[in-house]
């Protein structure tokens, strides 16, 4: 199949990431409320969360560079497999221990799911497509995001939270494995074109040195770890502020809802602000919202808060997977993707270890005010970003003709 050819592809995948994100987002919260239910303190609900990232850490490079050279296992079938099995083997744990062995397979599925729907939405989308096809490629992420929560808040609650907790994720369960309804064949083809177009390993320094790679890695980093804690640990302030578990999801998925908004919406902003200027601005923006949700402040406000921080996260994910994929040198993209995703993983582990243990010795606020100057440092990097990042390996002959239409267009 061609880039930019038939989007039936980009559809089915839209709708098996909807169901997988929806799995992991209905069971994140309901893990924090069944660990809050087996005794965990702040510091354990910090552990938790970023055991969830600690096997993908140390996957996430070897699965992009089997991806880019052809040798990879079906990852999206696999992943909502293993979506599907942690969250229902934690409903049925019955130690914080177990939940956190099967919160990490949790999210090894998740990461093998993303790296493989990437470099389906990156090989298969041409240059000009590449914002407007990850960012409607991410709208099913935000679909999990919006429908997960809602379903966890109807589900837990009255004196029983372990019980209604683990029902949660059993129902998670069930809804991530429909996703494979709409996976058949949909890699198969795929595969067999990177197979021939496989080509010599290029070297992770290579990568990471390429302008423009590291800016989107961190960038994504501050983003998705905006949007983890938030929904690790929005409970936990629901509960010392007396907000009820079904007001929680109704503001997690208020923030989800806004960030499809802004996906949908992000053509036109595009051609408005510019990539590097509508990266910094949402980021800033993030970063003061980011921080005022440490105020005391009502339910209300909340919510237009979080509507409005929803909206600014919307950006960062789809902007900067593209400005990895056109940065990276050719063969490797599928293996810079991963390390995008290996900086995520890691702001997962490091931003929830962190948030536990500022929230153990400042309370449970204080963890948004360390997102708000990671988003802020985020800014100043998106500022300062190219862009449009030119790989490394580009063709001389390409890079000689596009600087001298440069130089007819500015006169120089």
Wanted: proline share 5%.
């Amino acid at each position: 199949m061609a880039p930019g050819g038939n989007r039936g592809w980009l559809l089915r995948l839209v709708i098996a990431f909807s169901f997988a994100q929806g799995a992991v987002s209905m069971a994140r919260p309901a893990v924090s409320y069944r660990a809050l239910a087996l005794g965990a303190d702040e510091r354990a609900i910090g552990v938790i969360a970023g055991v969830y990232a600690l096997l993908p850490l140390f996957a996430a490079v070897p699965l992009g560079r089997r991806t880019d050279h052809g040798r990879c296992a079906p990852l999206l079938p696999v992943g909502v497999v293993l979506i599907s099995g942690g969250c229902a083997m934690s409903g049925l744990a019955n130690s914080l221990w177990a939940m956190a062995i099967w919160s990490g397979v949790m999210g090894l599925g998740h990461l093998c799911f993303v790296i493989g729907a990437q470099s389906l939405v990156a090989r298969q989308s041409a240059p000009h497509e590449q914002d407007r096809n990850f960012g409607h490629f991410t709208i099913g992420a935000s679909l999990g995001q919006l429908i997960g929560p809602i379903a966890a808040g109807a589900l837990i609650g009255g004196r029983d939270m372990a019980g209604t907790s683990a029902l949660a994720l059993l129902v998670a369960g069930a809804g991530g494995a429909v996703a494979l309804t709409s996976l058949w064949r949909i890699e198969r083809r795929t595969t067999a074109r990177s197979r021939k177009e496989r080509g010599d390993r290029v070297p992770v320094q290579r990568i990471l040195r390429a302008r423009g790679v590291p800016a989107g890695i961190f960038i994504s980093l501050a983003v998705l770890s905006a949007t983890d804690i938030l929904t690790a640990y929005l409970p936990v302030v629901g509960e010392h502020r007396g907000i009820a578990p079904s007001v929680i999801g109704l503001l997690l998925s208020l923030r989800a809802a806004a960030t499809i908004a802004c996906r949908l919406v992000l053509t036109p902003l595009l051609r408005l602000l510019g990539r590097s200027l509508l990266l910094t601005v949402t980021c800033l923006l993030a970063a003061l919202l980011c921080a005022g949700i440490a105020l005391p402040v009502p339910v209300w406000g909340l919510a237009l808060m979080l509507a409005v921080l929803g909206f600014c996260l919307g950006v960062g994910q789809p902007l900067s997977m593209t400005t990895v994929v056109q940065a990276a040198p050719d063969g490797a993209r599928s293996t810079a993707l991963a390390l995008r995703l290996t900086g995520n993983r890691l702001g997962q582990v490091a931003a929830p270890a962190s948030a536990g243990l500022i929230a153990g010795l400042a309370g449970v606020a204080a963890p948004f005010v360390m997102l708000g100057a990671l988003l802020l440092l985020s800014a100043g990097i998106a500022l300062r970003a190219p862009a449009r990042p030119v790989a490394e390996s580009e063709d001389p002959g390409e890079r000689g003709r596009s600087r001298s239409v440069l130089r007819r267009k500015s006169g120089i």
